[in-house]
């Protein structure tokens, strides 16, 4: 069975505080995203991996920075949090086109 | 355990063809579901449904949700090529904590 995990499923950290967000996938992909989910703007692309090391900034990347040591790992870091990055985050795995997500971390920035 | 099973999981038609892609779901303390739709990168957010029976439309497009029987529909009128592409269900369930419980997708193909 196809399965996605993230390290928290909820958060709260203060502003100025260095985040850690943990995603793991067991299916041997070696694409892997991260994205934010706020209301009325859907999904955005924080950052994808493609490979071991490899790494693309997405449609928001600021503020952002991401780690994938081994395939089956990716992280998002947040540097410096801040209010703003208050948000869902949601990290997904996929093969080819069919993306598998995780169930979402819900981070509040105070 | 939370599911979200979408079907077809994909689908040829030809331009000015309707598709209906369907959406249904198990999940504990419902909350909203959503569907999106992805050519390349990031899915693009199509609707966010909430509560039954309640159409919601733009252009071509429009979806409902039966919270009674558990699914929902996504319709496509008049397909052109540029539907071409993978259409995401995704559930949001939960209380105090919730979660998006994801479906794996529908591939629709619309040919000239």
């Known amino acids: 069975d196809v399965k996605v995990t993230q390290s928290s499923r909820y958060l709260v950290k203060r502003t100025g505080e260095k985040v850690f967000l943990e995603c793991v996938q067991d299916m041997d992909h070696e694409n892997m995203f991260w994205y934010r989910q706020d209301p009325g703007l859907g999904l955005r692309l924080i950052y994808f991996?493609?490979?071991?090391?490899?790494?693309e900034k997405g449609d928001i990347p600021e503020g952002y920075s991401v780690s994938r040591e081994k395939k089956e790992r990716f992280s998002l870091i947040l540097e410096s949090a801040s209010t703003n990055q208050t948000s869902m985050y949601l990290c997904a795995s996929s093969l080819q086109e069919t993306q598998y997500f995780g169930p979402g971390t819900r981070l509040l920035v105070l | 355990e939370d599911k979200v099973v979408q079907s077809p999981l994909s689908l040829v038609v030809h331009e000015g063809d309707t598709v209906t892609l369907n959406c249904s779901y198990e999940v504990t303390n419902f909350r909203s579901l959503l569907w999106y739709k992805q050519e390349k990168k990031a899915p693009t957010f199509l609707f966010m449904l909430?509560?039954?029976?309640i159409e919601k439309k733009s252009g071509r497009l429009s979806s409902i949700l039966d919270k009674k029987e558990l699914f929902s529909i996504l319709n496509i009128t008049a397909t052109q090529t540029g539907d071409s592409a993978v259409y995401l269900c995704?559930?949001?369930?939960?209380?105090?904590?919730?979660?998006?419980?994801f479906g794996t997708g529908t591939r629709l193909k619309v040919l000239a």
């Open positions: 991996s493609y490979d071991v090391k490899m790494k």
């Open positions: 909430t509560s039954s029976g």
């Open positions: 995704a559930v949001e369930a939960g209380s105090g904590t919730y979660k998006y419980i």
